[in-house]
């Protein structure tokens, strides 16, 4: 069981550019969100999915697009990549249930340059 | 919107003496469930302790566990008989139990953590 998978691991991106980071779980899980985490602020709520073809925004949803085609798959795209986006991206998977625990990926470092 | 509080950026223990990890939060709900994850330089993050405010009894999880006042809203950890492995970055994290059309289900908050440095 791999549980939830992220890639890439590292990305390094120069202003204005684009790229998807890749997230895959094989839970059957509802539920997946992407967090980032920045120096002294803890992990925040970007965008997240109860179900395919269901998103919503977090709490930092700006600069960041999702989509949720399938249930296993909750790809986050960056359009134009800005410095304010270096931070580590975390994906997170859980079951619908209130006792459901959340799962998280390994995390990808991105640096905009 | 819930907001949670880690007030001690970093904290430090000798290896088999214990340590107390400070958080606070503020909620106007009354059914929730607050964790503690730690995120080794690994930077995995696993769920160390877990505990619903709808029940009184504080969690405990072997060296880990809880003081839970729901009054003060205030959840610490408590690590005894710390140990070198236990070295990271502790964050406290909130999740309301309710459902409002799907909306909050899975949603946490989190607090700005605290790295623990412990020493042999």
């Known amino acids: 069981n791999a549980g939830v998978t992220q890639t890439p691991k590292f990305q390094v991106l120069k202003t204005g550019q684009s790229m998807t980071l890749q997230c895959a779980q094989d839970m059957n899980h509802e539920y997946m969100s992407w967090y980032r985490q920045d120096p002294g602020m803890g992990l925040r709520l970007i965008h997240y999915?109860?179900?395919?073809?269901?998103?919503d925004q977090g709490e930092v949803p700006n600069g960041y697009n999702v989509s949720r085609s399938t249930t296993e798959d909750f790809p986050l795209r960056l359009l134009s990549a800005a410095p304010s986006q270096t931070s580590v991206y975390f994906c997170?998977?859980?079951?619908?249930?209130?006792?459901?625990?959340?799962?998280f990926g390994s995390g990808t470092q991105l640096s905009v340059l | 919107a819930q907001t949670v509080t880690q007030s001690q950026p970093e904290m430090s223990v000798q290896e088999a003496e214990t340590v107390t990890l400070s958080c606070t939060y503020d909620?106007?709900?009354?059914?929730?469930?607050l964790f503690w994850y730690k995120q080794p330089p690994s930077r995995q993050m696993i769920l160390v302790i877990r505990q619903e405010a709808y029940k009184q009894q504080n969690a405990t999880e072997n060296r880990f566990s809880v003081n839970f006042q729901k009054a003060a809203k205030s959840f610490s950890l408590k690590i005894s008989d710390s140990q070198l492995g236990d070295a990271a970055m502790y964050f406290c994290a909130y999740r309301s139990a309710a459902n409002a059309g799907g909306t909050s289900y899975g949603k946490l908050t989190f607090g700005q953590g605290t790295i623990l440095t412990v020493h042999p």
């Open positions: 997170a998977s859980r079951g619908l249930g209130t006792n459901e625990k959340l799962f």
């Open positions: 909620t106007s709900e009354s059914d929730y469930y």
């Open positions: 999915s109860v179900g395919a073809g269901i998103t």
